[in-house]
């Protein structure tokens, strides 16, 4: 529907966003293991034994021993950081880095981290809940990036973000737009899309913790629906006051006989 293109608001409480960019580089360079630099068996061990697979936690089924790397509640976490494909990587970090460093500045770094944890793990517990025996690996960050948007969507509703609509057209827009039509999508899915590659529940469990842990986590002082209206830095022009007295001007002197 949109693809989020640069937000104009500035970071007030924190100087750097470490813990989103730590999350960006962490996941990028998974996907280079265990995506591009390694083969396809490789990739398919991966993500069978990190990826979340809700027939081991619900439905008592057993993974064959080549494939166990970890315990399966480690799985709730480890899903994830690992990705398809380069497309798959680029949208979820694309997303992370336009809306992270804001959520990250209205909590905190440590509780900012912890947010983006919880999310992931709400993500994939409501993904188990709603289909308990299916045994596809769940991997990528989508859900806990879901949590990201819709914290974000509480807190800055009105700042001014740049979207690409329909892959062609950059427009400004109030961030409440595109985000409100983007959550309901997510639920619109969910209810239509039972089949589908996309696991529109891990999204809506994303959703759902990111509006329950925000107001819990953010920083105390910090505004639910700020309605500062976040304009773009430029060279201000000010006028000089009425009463300034005038510059003093030079005047050559006229000469004569």
Not at 112 to 125: Q, S
Not at 135 to 150: K, N, Y
Request: glycine residues 8%; proline residues 7%; contains cysteine.
């Amino acid at each position: 529907m949109f693809v989020p293109l640069y937000d104009v608001n500035a970071l007030k409480h924190i100087k750097l966003q470490y813990v989103t960019l730590s999350l960006i580089v962490l996941n990028v360079l998974i996907w280079l293991v265990t995506g591009l630099a390694s083969s396809d068996e490789f990739s398919g061990r991966a993500a069978m034994g990190l990826g979340y697979i809700p027939a081991l936690i619900f439905d008592g089924r057993v993974l064959d021993p080549s494939l166990y790397l970890i315990p399966e509640d480690w799985t709730y976490l480890t899903y994830a950081f690992l990705h398809g494909d380069i497309w798959h990587l680029a949208g979820n970090m694309l997303f992370l880095w336009v809306f992270g460093d804001n959520v990250e500045d209205a909590m905190g770094h440590v509780k900012f981290l912890i947010f983006y944890l919880l999310c992931a793990v709400a993500a994939a517990w409501f993904h188990g809940f709603l289909d308990p025996s299916s045994t596809g690996p769940l991997i990528g960050a989508s859900g806990a990036i879901s949590g990201v948007v819709a914290s974000y969507f509480l807190l800055h509703p009105k700042v001014r973000v740049w979207v690409l609509i329909l892959w062609k057209v950059p427009l400004p827009v109030p961030a409440f737009i595109p985000l409100i039509l983007w959550i309901l999508q997510q639920f619109f899915m969910l209810l239509v899309d039972k089949e589908g590659n996309i696991s529109w529940a891990a999204h809506a469990g994303g959703i759902v913790a990111g509006l329950v842990l925000t107001p819990v986590l953010k920083r105390w002082g910090v505004p639910l629906f700020d309605r500062t209206i976040v304009s773009p830095r430029a060279v201000e022009h000010r006028e000089a006051p009425p009463d300034a007295p005038a510059e003093p001007q030079k005047t050559t002197p006229h000469w004569g006989r």
